[in-house]
């Protein structure tokens, strides 16, 4: 899959410095405000989807599933992964740290050309950059072993097209974990999920404390998905 990743857009952007998985991290990052204020109902895209920026930011959740793939090395090491609405690319910097064979896809060219950047200034190679929509998958039918996701469910209509999406790329073993931060909302994306063949259990519950100190950490959770036995799909044949 080509590296689709775009050139740095002109945003005003700065840099974050922080310790996690055992070594130090540098993440360039857009100015989420700025964005904001330059969107408008005449950007591409808008009146489709109403894309935010939320990919600007490392969001609590990314934090905590960073330390759940650090803590499982050896069950990403040499495997086909992808990291889903990869924003920053921090996680899929993570992953193909730790060994794994690394696809970072978002929707966002901005997002991804930011993320091109961070694995330059962490010495991170070998993650593969690409745009790719959730609901029109360029990959090929169960061909990722481990796929995970930070935060990407915050509006109810993401739900049956995320399902439908991992679905498609998860090898017959294959795993996805998808953090969250306690929204109300993602219940939709797990009663959907058994429509689509898989099954969904909490992995772990860990109160994460946000990079930008605040009063409480943020009460993340970990949820893991798999195929359900027996059931037939398109990788089946």
Do not use: Y
């Given at each position: 899959m080509a590296d689709s990743a775009a050139p740095v857009p002109s945003l005003s952007a700065s840099e974050l410095c922080f310790e996690a998985c055992g070594r130090s991290w540098r993440l360039r990052r857009a100015d989420l405000e700025a964005l904001w204020t330059a969107m408008s109902e005449d950007d591409p895209g808008w009146q489709e989807d109403e894309r935010l920026p939320y990919w600007a930011d490392l969001w609590p959740s990314s934090l905590a599933l960073a330390a759940w793939l650090a803590a499982r090395?050896?069950?990403?090491?040499?495997?086909?992964?992808?990291?889903?609405?990869?924003?920053?690319?921090?996680?899929?910097?993570v992953g193909q740290w730790l060994g794994g064979?690394?696809?970072?896809m978002d929707y966002d060219a901005d997002a991804l050309a930011y993320a091109r950047i961070n694995a330059e200034l962490n010495a991170v190679s070998?993650?593969?950059?690409?745009i790719m929509d959730w609901r029109a998958p360029t990959l090929e039918p169960g061909v990722i072993d481990r796929a995970w996701a930070a935060d990407i469910v915050y509006e109810q209509r993401f739900a049956a097209p995320v399902a439908a999406f991992l679905?498609?790329?998860?090898?017959?073993?294959?795993?996805?974990?998808i953090?969250?931060?306690?929204?109300?909302?993602?219940?939709?994306?797990?009663d959907e999920l058994p429509a689509h063949g898989?099954?969904?259990?909490?992995?772990?519950f860990t109160p994460t404390w946000p990079l930008?100190?605040?009063?409480?950490?943020?009460?993340?959770?970990?949820w893991e998905i798999r195929?359900?036995?027996?059931?037939?799909?398109a990788i089946d044949g």
């Open positions: 090395r050896a069950d990403i090491a040499d495997r086909a992964c992808l990291d889903v609405g990869c924003g920053l690319g921090f996680t899929a910097l064979r690394v696809t970072g070998g993650v593969t950059w690409t679905a498609h790329i998860l090898a017959t073993d294959g795993a996805a974990w953090a969250e931060p306690g929204r109300a909302v993602f219940r939709a994306l797990l898989l099954s969904f259990s909490k992995a772990c930008t100190p605040q009063a409480v950490p943020v009460p993340v959770t970990i195929r359900r036995p027996n059931f037939k799909t």
